[in-house]
């Protein structure tokens, strides 16, 4: 099982990314999925997730600013990351949760320059 993060980026406050994670491997459209980021010096924290049945949950630093959301015909989950802020630099991290196991992508960074 494998998860591909791809998006991320250098961009200005105020800018936008879309990040994408693409699964393989295995079918997460039964499960949930999400994203989650680390900033330098600081614990991984969880950003969004989104559930089989397409529920979503967010950071409060978040909300309102991003968006997750996935195609099950293309095992994939989006984040649609909006008026960025330099608090949001950091590594971001796809998520997947299957048969008690917890799989991760391999990170993209995001930076937002002041």
């Known amino acids: 099982v494998q998860l591909q993060a791809s998006g991320g980026g250098l961009v200005q406050a105020g800018g936008s990314l879309r990040l994408s994670c693409a699964a393989s491997?295995?079918?997460?459209?039964?499960?949930?999925m999400g994203w989650y980021r680390q900033a330098p010096g600081k614990q991984r924290e969880m950003v969004a997730t989104?559930?089989?049945?397409?529920?979503?949950m967010y950071a409060d630093s978040v909300k309102g600013r991003f968006t997750i959301s996935r195609d099950n015909a293309k095992n994939t989950v989006y984040l649609q990351m909006d008026s960025l802020e330099p608090g949001d630099t950091g590594v971001y991290y796809c998520?997947?949760?299957?048969?008690?196991?917890?799989?991760w992508g391999q990170g993209t960074l995001v930076t937002v320059s002041s």
């Open positions: 491997g295995s079918s997460f459209s039964g499960n949930v």
């Open positions: 998520y997947a949760f299957k048969r008690f196991t917890e799989y």
């Open positions: 989104i559930t089989s049945g397409y529920r979503t």
